[in-house]
């Protein structure tokens, strides 16, 4: 499986405010670049933190690239992938309305009845871990059902706990116009941080986009 991270950062590396809230960092040619992402891949993931700040859908923007994935015999919507340990994901999350496909990674600690409850809503629940997500064994069991190329797209703890397992192949990092600061503030890499073994990806290429950049890293 190849993993390919995107997210957009405030100058001073946040992904969001203290709140918690989406906030658009990135401007209409980043948005693009993030659809285009989408549409060249299998299956866009998010950690459940994101689901329950963004309520995001996650599926693809442009028509013309949806009809370009159905004359390929895939399906119109990458599948969506939310790693949510103890199954906080609302029924009601966009994510589970019928436009794409939905894994739910869980733990085994995930309440029986929650589980029962967004297979119902038309979700698969792929289990591993024991209080928490097992990413490793859940992102294999994923490529066992097709999917190859995945896209993550935050929030920052999620992405560090990739990171931690070695499982990020290619990172792409939108830096836009804007401070917004904040000790709270979740970054690109939260979860405990390294104190050792610091991963150090390849700087691949820089773009200038909008009024910020594109830094693309491998792993
Ligand atoms: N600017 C951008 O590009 C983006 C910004 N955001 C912003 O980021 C914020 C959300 O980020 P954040 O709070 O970090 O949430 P995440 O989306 O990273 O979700 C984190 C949660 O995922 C669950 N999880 C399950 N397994 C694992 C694992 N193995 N490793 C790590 N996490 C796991 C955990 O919850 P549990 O233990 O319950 O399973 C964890 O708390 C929001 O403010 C959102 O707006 C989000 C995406 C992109
Ligand atoms: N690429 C990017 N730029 C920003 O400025 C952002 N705030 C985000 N946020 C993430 O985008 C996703 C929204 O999904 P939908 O458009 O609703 O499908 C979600 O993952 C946000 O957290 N991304």
New binding site residues.
Partial sequence: MHVVV???MSVDGKLSSRRRE?????GPE??DR?DQLRADSDAVM?GVG?ILA?D????IDDPDRRAARTDRGEPENPARVVADSRIRTPPDATVLDDRAQTYLLVSEAAPPDFVEEMEDAGAYVIAAGQDRVDLTTTLAKLEGDGIDQLMV???GELIFGLLEEALVDDLFV?I?PKVIGGRDAPTLADGDGFIEDFPEPELADVDRVDDGVVLHWTF
């Fill in positions: 995107n997210a957009a989406q906030i658009a960092i990135s980043d948005f993030v998010v994101t963004d995001p859908s996650l599926t797209e935050g929030g939108y836009g």
